[in-house]
């Protein structure tokens, strides 16, 4: 037996169409033009929340590149004036250094290393934070629940700062030590247990060379204290052995002309900064007497003008007759008891 269903009238008709949205009827919305253009009635419901949407995001991408572009030029115009002007010495009380030109030279080049590397530091935490917040906007306009996300962050963040505090302190000694320019490329310095010219400076490891052509790679949160040899001026200090029985004032006169002469030298002249200053005795010991001068020289010149002085002055002394202290004579041998 079959049965015949009744269709109601109209079931294929009005009823199966599709329904339009109340938004439609809104003349120059959104939903109504993507209504007229595609006939979808989801398309149309969902067209004013998209293009909303959508504007909001670029907005904020727009804004974050804007606002990064911004901070970039800000830290370089920043970082290159503090490199170059008195807001360093403000920061680190740092002595004014001897300019060797405004075209080149220690001072420009170490300025140029000090700019690089604290304008590369800066524009990335600049970019990180712009980037962080950015996301933070757009991902609130898509309505994801950023409080998870947040404290999920926080908790990685104090975990990450447990394990990496040594990192982190010798991250921000390099910093304050670039700001401060406490050294720098080239300089002479001493750091407790090496010593040396400093041949790269970074914001964690600090490379050392010391006289023996060891290389020494310090982290910047080790250092406790820094002796610079090279920052201003430096002193070449000049110790001369002398005999008990020498006459001290005519030491005296031999190594100061000895030493006024050497020094108008072409090869020591241009590294003299100050005239040659016999300070006088210094010690007395068993073996003699020492005698000591001081010149002031150009940073990291105290060393060539040294050697320089005491081989002019150690003949002159010769020369002069002026006895040096000789070696000990031997000690008398004792009788042995069989």
């Known amino acids: 037996m079959t049965v015949l269903a009744t269709i109601p009238d109209g079931i294929f008709g009005e009823n199966l169409l599709p329904v339009r949205p109340a938004c439609a009827d809104d003349a120059g919305s959104w939903c109504a033009a993507i209504y007229r253009l595609t006939n979808n009635d989801f398309l149309s419901r969902s067209a004013d929340t998209v293009v909303t949407a959508t504007l909001h995001v670029a907005l904020i991408i727009v804004l974050a590149c804007t606002a990064r572009f911004l901070l970039h030029r800000a830290i370089n115009q920043v970082v290159d004036g503090a490199t170059n002007s008195r807001i360093t010495r403000l920061v680190g009380r740092a002595p004014r250094r001897l300019r060797t030109g405004d075209n080149g030279g220690p001072v420009s080049q170490r300025r140029a290393q000090r700019a690089r590397t604290i304008g590369s530091v800066l524009r990335s935490l600049s970019s990180a934070v712009v980037l962080l917040i950015g996301s933070i906007m757009v991902l609130a306009e898509f309505g994801v629940a950023l409080g998870p996300i ?189």
Do not use: C
Not at 156 to 168: E, I, K, P, S
Not at 171 to 194: K, N, P, R
Not at 304 to 317: C, E, G, K
């Open 150 to 338: 947040l404290a999920s962050a926080g908790i990685v963040g104090v975990a990450v700062g447990f394990g990496a505090q040594n990192l982190v302190r010798d991250f921000l000694s390099g910093v304050f030590m670039l700001l401060e320019d406490q050294y720098g490329v080239g300089d002479i310095v001493d750091l407790g247990e090496a010593s040396g010219v400093v041949e790269s400076v970074g914001l964690r490891i600090t490379t050392v060379r010391d006289v023996n052509g060891t290389v020494w790679y310090v982290r910047n949160g080790e250092i406790l204290r820094v002796g610079n040899k090279s920052q201003g001026y430096a002193v070449a200090v000049i110790d001369l052995p002398l005999a008990h029985s020498a006459d001290i004032a005519e030491a005296t006169e031999v190594v100061a002309d000895t030493a006024r002469e050497r020094v108008a030298s072409t090869d020591v002249a241009d590294a003299v900064l100050e005239a040659p200053e016999v300070l006088g005795i210094e010690r007395v010991g068993p073996e003699g007497v020492t005698l000591r001068m001081t010149v002031k020289v150009k940073p990291g010149q105290q060393f060539a003008v040294q050697r320089a002085l005491n081989a002019a002055i150690a003949d002159a002394l010769d020369d002069a007759g002026v006895p040096r202290p000789g070696l000990l004579p031997a000690p008398i041998p004792r009788p042995t008891v069989p």
